[in-house]
């Protein structure tokens, strides 16, 4: 039994009613010459790579199936995909076992969905996963001066993230905090330029 997967796209001018039709003609066309329907994706609009019958997108389908190999109607479906002038673009491929595996897995989410954070609420994430000590010591050093010695100290005995707190809390310079406020513009110093 192979498994093949075709992708359809569709003229994006069409209606939404035109677009399931058309693919839902090549899934008819499917089921009546014998082969079984494993998954249908409507990927939606998508943008393409170079223009194509002067259209900058298309919409997507990829239909996946399987035949038992004794019947061959793929010829002329192929034959009539390229006759159906709703169609702008199509590819059939036979997939290998490695790619049936892929989306199998891809449809049960082990693949292509986005990681979360898996902190459990309320914990905080440890002194590995936190920002180094030595980006703590710029930010504090930049952040308030005085308050430099405080942090060495706090970074010393405390684990990265209440060090952070602490530099977050310390006292801001005054002319810091001026140009901060607005009130000031930002001293610029001037280089002399080679002539």
């Known amino acids: 039994m192979k498994q093949y997967e075709l992708t359809l796209i569709v003229d994006p001018v069409l209606s939404g009613d035109e677009l399931k039709a058309t693919a839902q003609t090549y899934i008819d066309y499917i089921t009546t010459n014998g082969g079984t329907i494993v998954n249908v994706d409507e990927m939606g609009l998508r943008p393409l790579a170079y223009p194509i019958n002067k259209r900058a997108s298309g919409t997507y389908y990829c239909i996946e199936f399987t035949t038992d190999g004794k019947t061959n109607f793929l010829p002329k479906m192929e034959l009539t995909i ?110 002399p330029t080679a002539e």
Request: aromatic fraction near 2%; charged fraction near 35%; hydrophobic fraction near 45%.
């Open 82 to 191: 390229r006759r159906d002038d709703r169609l702008m673009r199509y590819l059939t491929i036979v997939l290998d076992k490695f790619g049936v595996k892929y989306n199998e897995d891809r449809r049960a989410g082990k693949i292509g969905s986005s990681k979360k954070d898996k902190t459990p609420k309320g914990k905080k994430p440890d002194a590995a996963v936190a920002a180094p000590v030595e980006e703590v010591k710029v930010a504090a050093a930049v952040a308030a001066p005085a308050a430099v010695e405080e942090v060495k100290v706090a970074v010393a005995e405390t684990p990265v993230v209440e060090a952070a707190v602490a530099v977050a809390e310390a006292p801001i310079d005054p002319d810091v905090e001026a140009v901060l406020a607005g009130d000031e513009s930002p001293v610029v110093v001037e280089t």
